[in-house]
T-cell receptor, first 110, second 113 residues
Framework: DTAVSQTPKYLVTQMGNDKSIKCEQN?????MYWYKQDSKKFLKIMFS???????INETVPNRFSPKSPDKAHLNLHINSLELGDSAVYFC?????????FGPGTRLTVL | AQTVTQSQPEMSVQEAETVTLSCTYD???????LFWYKQPPSRQMILVIR??????QNATENRFSVNFQKAAKSFSLKISDSQLGDAAMYFC??????????FGTGTSLTVIP
């Protein structure tokens, strides 16, 4: 069974569109995260979500919004996509000291 | 704020040899965790090794070991008997007491046959 799953794995879309990436974890973890990895492989935290407490990296544009329907899911919604949003987006979850990553979603904005 | 620095953007090692990847971090906390993650071309992030700050003993996982120097805020990764499958990006990461993770900029490791 996959611990942290993301869909889709690849997403190609036009500038200006709105898109969502789904994330699910079956580990029973309390905290979930979204990271952005750019073309230089820099990995930056975007959000963390723990028991309905959302911690936002202040550098993230408000076009990005996380939605957590339940403890096992943390989806990422992106409005008005821009070229600079092209990247790999990783979902992760953690409990205690372990953090597990999903396979990543490669987003390409044309 | 916590920061993690990896000063070696690229490293290479001959197969079967040993290589050490450097990592330093900045924090005012005394209780935290440190990690090394591996990211092969498949882009999956794989946990290599973990170190609890309160433990003086350096963590070891098979061919992977760390040199944790708490006072110097240094956390290097040693890979012994390097194998072709070790070629990847390696990220050093820090976790604070608030369960927030901070990553370094990565070191790209090439293994030469």
């Amino acid at each position: 069974d996959t611990a942290v799953s993301q869909t889709p794995k690849y997403l190609v879309t036009q500038m200006g569109n709105d898109k969502s990436i789904k994330c699910e974890q079956n580990l029973g973890h309390d905290t979930m995260y979204w990271y952005k990895q750019d073309s230089k492989k820099f990995l930056k935290i975007m959000f963390s979500y723990n028991n309905k407490e959302l911690i936002i990296n202040e550098t993230v544009p408000n076009r990005f919004s996380p939605k957590s329907p339940d403890k096992a899911h943390l989806n990422l919604h992106i409005n008005s996509l821009e070229l600079g949003d092209s990247a790999v987006y990783f979902c992760a979850s953690s409990q205690l000291a372990e953090q597990f990553f999903g396979p990543g979603t490669r987003l390409t904005v044309l | 704020a916590q920061t993690v620095t990896q000063s070696q953007p690229e490293m290479s090692v001959q197969e079967a040899e040993t290589v050490t990847l450097s990592c330093t971090y900045d924090t005012s906390e005394s209780d935290y965790y440190l990690f090394w993650y591996k990211q092969p071309p498949s882009r999956q992030m794989i946990l290599v090794i973990r170190q609890e700050a309160y433990k003086q003993q350096n963590a070891t996982e098979n061919r992977f070991s760390v040199n944790f120097q708490k006072a110097a805020k240094s956390f290097s990764l040693k890979i012994s008997d390097s194998q072709l499958g070790d070629a990847a990006m390696y990220f050093c990461a820090y976790r604070n007491t608030g369960n927030q993770f901070y990553f370094g900029t990565g070191t790209s490791l090439t293994v030469i046959p």
